[in-house]
């Protein structure tokens, strides 16, 4: 073993094992000691399923437990990602870190520029989550490695909420420099610019639910909330309470006390959900011929500043540093530079440092008032918003860092030549100004990643905008909501979690009875002479259009649709495609049914050589495998139509083991106090050892939820522990 890995590997793994098989305890603990004052202000009680609700007078005291408790249960993430964000993991993890944390030690300085213009809440709430992580590495110092020291700082873990500009986004655009002629890049555009979609992939999205008293048994507001990540995307439940300050319940993402946090309060809640923004823009500046490193701008010459920025590091050959310098323009950082012209990237929020302050005044808000107060500060610059609350009102807002733009948009493939200001965005699209709905006729509002023009059927907005919002789009999966939603349907919160576990496979509503007509006008046209492929279409005719876990057909009409879309070669399938005058009915039919049919066939002999049979359970092929669980699981992927969306991986028996997309439910109405149901698929711990790493799975699998602990009766009814943040906890069971 290398010395860099002998370095690493305490890392990811003796914090990994932090929590014992008993509960989240570390297995090393520093001698006996007085606790801080913070500590002793903080009770932590863990209820079933190792949910951590944190009481504190301060909010100061409950970032401290919340910090506590993540490094708890995902020690080593946090870790790393607070060190990775001071810029400092090549010290541990060698040179191949330098880039990375030569960018990251820019935004750390802007942390510690802004860090004391942040409101005193705010600052409250960083300092807490500092020291937090401190007190836990100076209570189990064997249990992280020999590097770690408890001196993580406020502007540490400000510095992870500090927005930049894209690398990413910078990139691709000076590939495609490389790639491309130079002229072809810079353009002064002409009207129409084209739309590119944001870096939100299909398959990473999710669902979001609010349903007005007419629409709810109890005449209460009811929110559902429901991301599809990775299930190792780091949702985190808690609930933190700070009487007469906050009481939010809810996902805090780990490794700090604000990422992207959905969640209720006793007057209210809300959920994100990805959305496809196009929040900044590309310009070229000519340079100055007669002063190096300056452009012209505005009828004068503007000189570049270049940053310097020195990373030390650490390997198995040694310790160096090595610098790294960046470039930027009065527009926005350097992309690239020719002879003639520089390239710049002008992107919303580029060193704003808000991010945290928006979300916590969002979760202490009181009212649909101060909600959109908060919400006006502007930090967060993508996601849509779905709202209730306990007044009756529910809200949806596409969020976007849009800017005004005076000039048409260029995308990502052309520079805007900007000779001024006048050539350039100088503000973002106002909050008030976004597309949005309240209160809207049906009583129900709904986004699952699509555009915001379909929130709600009896409210379509129109494709007006004067700044770049995405296009109108209703894919399958947001067409399967509205189904459930768009009609007279009164709901409770159970009916709400049941509807949310619909097995519905809407792709087999729109295509089947083409596929099963096609088929049969073959003729017997790829019929094998054991007659698989007639026995196999009458299952398949015979088939609920579901992919609950014991449906059998759903296995088979997934390898069918995979295999019929491979011989088009991205022509379009359907016979009818999707359209804005029927948003909610299309696409539908076969497009090819002579290629379909073939295609059947083929995928009759492939089922059953990949599963055994060709009328195998949906349920023996897909599994939720955690820990010592291993059972069948309904649901699949968005582009099938289902909203339960499940993604899948292959595992090495064969079976397709889910790895993201449902993972983090929470639904909750809002009456006198809320009623909440919730379930976190992959536990509270990714320690095998620990007893919340696989406690929630079976019950995931099972379509279950488990209810809420809100009050403080509930509360004390469900502690399994109860400790101070660096006391061993007491057993309440």
Partial sequence: MTNRARRVLPLLVALAASACAGGPRPATQAPAQELPELARQVEIRRTEHGVPHILAPTLRAAAFGLAYVQLEDHGAGIIRGVHAARGRLAEVEGRDRIDADARARLR????????????????????????????????????????????????????????????????????????????????????????????????VGSNAWALGPGRTVSGRAILLR??????????????????????????????????????????????TTNNATHNHEFYALRVDPSRPGNVLFDGGSVPLARTEVRVEYRDQDGAGSETREFWSSVIGPVVHSTDSLV????????????????????????????????????ARTTSNFTYADR??????????????????????????????????????????????????????????????????????????FLFQV???????????????????????????????????????????????????????????????????????????????????????????WNRYRSLLDGAEPHAVAWSQEAPATTPRGLAEPERASEAFAWAVQETARRYGSWNVAWGDVHRVRRGGVDVP?????????????????????????????????????FGNEPRAYSVLAYGQSPDTASRWHDDQAAMFAANRMKPVRWTEADIAAGTVLRYHPGQEGRDDR
């Fill in 108 to 203: 750390h300085a802007r942390a510690v520029e802004t860090f004391d213009s942040l409101a005193a809440d705010t600052r409250e709430v960083y300092s807490g989550f500092a020291a937090g992580m401190n007190h836990f590495i100076r209570m189990y110092p064997d249990a992280v490695p020999e590097w770690v020291r408890p001196d993580f700082t406020a502007q540490d873990v400000l510095a992870r909420d500090i927005g930049e500009s894209s690398e990413a986004t910078m990139n691709r655009f000076r590939q495609r420099l490389l790639r491309d002629s130079m002229d072809a890049m810079l353009l002064e555009p002409p009207p129409g610019g084209g739309w590119l979609e944001s870096d939100a992939a299909a398959n």
């Fill in 226 to 271: 429901n991301p599809h990540l990775s299930w190792t995307a780091g949702y985190y439940e808690a609930h933190v309470r700070v009487p007469g300050k906050l009481d939010f319940y809810g996902d805090f993402r780990i490794g700090g006390p604000f990422t992207v946090i959905g969640g209720f309060n006793p007057q209210l809640g809300f959920a």
């Fill in 343 to 378: 390239y710049v990237l002008r992107q919303a929020n580029d060193g704003g440092y808000r991010a945290g302050e928006q979300w916590l005044e969002m979760m202490k808000a009181r009212n649909l008032e101060e909600w959109q107060r908060a919400m006006r500060i502007e």
């Fill in 391 to 464: 007044a009756g009102n529910i809200f949806y807002v596409w969020v976007a860092g849009a800017p005004l733009l005076p000039h048409p948009p260029g995308g990502d493939t052309l520079a805007i030549l900007a000779r001024g200001w006048d050539d350039v965005w100088l503000r973002q699209v106002p909050f008030d100004s976004l597309p949005q709905l309240l209160n809207p006729v049906g009583g129900y509002l709904h986004n699952s990643n699509d555009s915001p023009h379909y929130a709600n059927l009896n409210n379509i907005l129109a494709d007006t």
């Fill in 470 to 560: 995405e296009p109108p789009r209703l894919r399958l999966r947001s067409q399967h909501s509205l189904e459930l939603l768009d009609n007279d349907r009164v709901f409770s919160l159970e009916d709400v979690v049941r509807a949310k576990h619909s097995m519905r496979m809407l792709l087999a509503d729109r295509v089947k009875e083409d596929l099963v007509n096609a088929v049969r006008a073959a003729g017997g046209s790829g019929e094998r002479a054991d007659g698989s492929v007639a026995q196999a279409l009458e299952m398949l005719a015979r088939w609920d259009n579901t992919a609950a876990a014991d449906s059998r057909g759903a296995v088979l009409f997934e390898v069918w």
């Fill in 633 to 669: 699981v309904g649901g699949c992927g968005g582009a099938l139509g289902c909203f339960r969306v499940l993604n899948f991986e292959t595992a090495e028996d064969g079976k397709r083991v889910v790895n993201g997309g449902d993972g983090w439910v929470i639904a909750v109405e």
